[in-house]
């Protein structure tokens, strides 16, 4: 139920990380321009964003960043702007906060640029757009099923209420679902966040300790490229459902 006023056509992509899970392929290149059947992470996760309505996208760059600049040199579709952290690693939420002056002042997507799925009867975008309502959340995640998931071997993150609210597992459980790499984030969820390097973890957290983290479940298959391995099951997968 997006609100008038809260288009949702921009969107982050997190892209600054070392890529140190996916050596040797990060060797020589960011784990976002790393190939899976010969086309990047990154060039998959922009033609996603823009099949579901994204006009502009924010990447945030620092290992190897030249080569993501170059990369997206020629992208019309979204149109894309650079956020520079070539200077200082600022991890996931540092990294947002500092691109908030390119965002907006209303409602955005994050992606990480190594997240990628086959998607269900419904483009999942398109899909958490219209379930967002910026009078009950800060911030709505994607959520894929653990067992349905490819390359995933975890105990989960977050437990689901029926009404969509989150709760995170405890350290020794066990919970249904995993953070699939999009969210919607307010802008005001930063507005006691400090300068410098912090986990989008822990913003979240304090989402929910107010009731204002939310998930919507994803009807596709979502995809753990976090290693070599992971990557040749993704790669498998695909060529499967094609």
């Keep these: 139920m997006t609100r008038a006023g809260e288009p949702l056509t921009m969107a982050m992509v997190l892209a600054a990380g070392l890529g140190q899970r996916m050596r ?8 976002p321009l790393v190939p899976v059947l010969g086309r990047t992470l990154l060039d998959r996760v922009l033609d996603r964003l823009g099949d579901g309505g994204i006009e502009r996208a ?45 965002l907006g002042d209303g409602p955005f997507f994050v992606q990480n640029a190594d997240s990628i799925w086959i998607e269900g009867p419904e483009n999942a975008i398109r899909q958490m757009r219209r379930n967002w309502d910026g009078e009950r959340m800060d911030c ?12 995933y071997t975890g105990r989960g993150d977050f437990a689901m209420e029926p009404e969509g609210r989150l709760l995170r597992r405890h350290e020794s459980g066990v919970v249904p679902f995993v953070f ?6 307010h802008p ?7 300068e410098g390097a912090f986990s989008l973890n822990r913003i979240w957290d304090e989402a929910i300790e107010r009731d204002r ?12 490229v976090g290693s070599p391995a992971g990557l040749a099951e993704a790669e498998q997968a695909l060529q499967e459902m094609a």
């Design 140 to 151: 709505l995640l994607l959520l894929a099923m653990t067992t349905t998931s490819t390359g």
């Design 58 to 102: 924010v990447i945030n760059v620092h290992y190897l960043g030249d080569q993501i600049v170059h990369a997206v040199a020629g992208r019309e579709r979204p149109r894309i702007e650079i956020s520079d952290e070539r200077d200082a690693l600022l991890d996931t939420g540092g990294g947002v906060r500092k691109a908030l002056a390119l």
């Design 188 to 194: 005001r969820l930063f507005d006691k966040t400090p």
């Design 24 to 31: 040797p392929l990060t060797a020589d290149r960011p784990k």
């Design 180 to 185: 699939a790499g999009l969210s919607i984030m």
């Design 213 to 224: 983290l939310y998930g919507m479940r994803l009807e596709g298959r979502w995809m753990h």
